[in-house]
T-cell receptor, first 114, second 115 residues
């Protein structure tokens, strides 16, 4: 069965500090993609970063990086130098190479404190 | 801006009514996905179309139906609406019908309120 788990319903971080949002997954598919999306209070879902299961290096996109630990089946999102605009819900998602579906976690609400 | 467009942005209607939500995918994307996001259910996958054909079905009610047209835009039809159908409905698109590298890009959503 495919499953994404985000155990932190809410997180707080001081402005300019780094924060890690946790994501663990379960799949029997040897090839899969891992994605993170941001949903600000305005509602839209914004694609942030992608990590392939066979990628040798951890993905980075600007202030976002993905701490991918394949053996532990975790794909944590690291946001460096937090900004007030980073306050939002963050969703982790997985897409196995077989089948058509994306599997989403329940999300983590991040609040950046000035 | 993801390039995925959805109309209308907001929709308020009454129980028992029927509504149609519209989505245009990003240029070059052949797959369209529909999701429902409500407060107590999280993000629920409803249905996927690829180049006009249904490819995957999730937790879509029988009162709901969708289609993808030859120009690749898609419509989600919701009928016999109930209070519990109030939610944010997202459309997403991707290039292919599947594969681990096929990224979904989301539209801004349609917020449906059933009174």
């Amino acid at each position: 069965a495919q499953k994404i788990t985000q155990t932190q319903p809410g997180m707080f971080v001081q402005e300019k500090e780094a924060v890690t949002l946790d994501c663990t997954y379960d799949t029997s598919d040897p090839s899969y993609g891992l994605f993170w999306y941001k949903q600000p209070s305005s509602g839209e879902m914004i694609f942030l970063i992608y990590q392939g299961s066979y990628d040798q290096q951890n993905a980075t996109e600007g202030r976002y990086s993905l701490n991918f630990q394949k053996a532990r089946k975790s794909a944590n999102l690291v946001i460096s130098a937090s900004q007030l605009g980073d306050s939002a819900m963050y969703f982790c998602a997985m897409r196995p190479s077989t089948g058509n579906q994306f599997y989403f976690g329940t999300g983590t609400s991040l609040t950046v404190i000035p | 801006d993801s390039g995925v467009t959805q109309t209308p942005k907001h929709l308020i209607t009454a129980t028992g009514q029927r509504v149609t939500l519209r989505c245009s995918p990003r240029s070059g994307d052949l797959s369209v996905y529909w999701y429902q996001q409500s407060l107590d259910q999280g993000l629920q996958f409803l249905i996927q179309y690829y180049n006009g054909e249904e490819r995957a079905k999730g937790n879509i009610l029988e009162r709901f139906s969708a289609q993808q047209f030859p120009d690749l835009h898609s419509e989600l039809n919701l009928s016999s609406l109930e209070l519990g159908d109030s939610a944010l409905y997202f459309c997403a698109s991707s290039v292919r019908s599947g594969g681990s590298r096929d990224t979904q890009y989301f539209g801004p959503g349609t917020r449906l309120t059933v009174l």
